[in-house]
């Protein structure tokens, strides 16, 4: 699996943009990068993923960086229920719904 | 659409016990993987099953178990219990488990092993 790299703690003042990063030097190109959350004691939530180009939903932007290399998700105006933990994940093709968690980037959104 | 549906939500049981944790999926999806969740491991695969069949697997002993019924509803099973399985077990469904697809997780079975 491609492994990803993510800060273990980010700050965010309420209202403002959340900007996570996320590095996957090793994806291969046919792996998505799929991004997810999780609160407290829940079932991790999907968020968004992408292939090569930008996404956006409901929820959130994701960038990724022409190279594949990196990505970043962006929370527009983050609020207090946005603090969980996110999870940036490589999607390996044939390997079904096996994914590899790392250790995520707890984002702490503050008033 | 209902989500992914866990029961029993919370269960206490001692060492040396078995047990067995129920996940209903997402109508329609065919796909159900298992995780497990602990403070100090993080999030770790258990099994996938799809059509009924094991597909993946991960590095975890043989006590743990779980199947698939025709209808894609999925049980997994823990035999001989011991302290370390205390963990939060984590289900979740797709449609066939394409690298492509969302997977929905259901809120997770909180295991205490005494």
């Known amino acids: 699996d491609a492994k990803t790299t993510q800060p273990p703690s980010m700050d965010c003042a309420e209202g403002r943009a959340a900007n996570l990063p996320c590095n996957h030097s090793?994806?291969?190109?046919?792996?998505?990068v799929y991004w997810y959350r999780q609160i407290h004691s829940q079932g991790p939530q999907y968020i968004i993923h992408?292939?090569?180009n930008n996404e956006t939903n409901e929820m959130a932007s994701l960038i990724i960086t022409e190279d594949r290399k990196s990505s970043t998700l962006i929370l527009p105006h983050a609020t207090l229920r946005d603090t969980a933990v996110y999870y940036c994940?490589?999607?390996?093709?044939?390997?079904?719904?096996?994914?590899?968690f790392g250790g995520g980037t707890r984002l702490m959104v503050k008033p | 659409k209902a989500g992914v549906t866990q029961t029993p939500r919370y269960l206490i049981k001692t060492r040396g016990q078995q047990v067995t944790l129920s996940c209903s999926p997402i109508?329609?999806?065919?796909?159900v993987s298992w995780y497990q969740q602990t403070p100090g491991q993080g999030l770790q695969f258990l099994f996938e099953?799809?059509?009924?069949?094991?597909?993946n697997k991960g590095n975890f002993p043989g006590r743990f178990s779980g199947r698939q019924f025709s209808n894609s509803r999925s049980e997994m099973n823990v035999s001989t219990l011991e302290l370390g399985d205390s963990a939060l077990y984590l289900c979740?469904?797709?449609?066939?488990?394409?690298?492509?697809?969302?997977?929905?997780f259901g809120s997770g079975t909180q295991l205490s092993v005494l």
């Open positions: 979740a469904s797709s449609l066939e488990g394409g690298s492509y697809e969302k997977l929905f």
């Open positions: 090793t994806i291969s190109g046919n792996e998505y």
């Open positions: 992408g292939l090569k």
């Open positions: 994940i490589v999607r390996v093709v044939g390997a079904g719904n096996m994914l590899t």
């Open positions: 109508s329609g999806h065919r796909s």
């Open positions: 099953y799809f059509s009924e069949t094991q597909r």
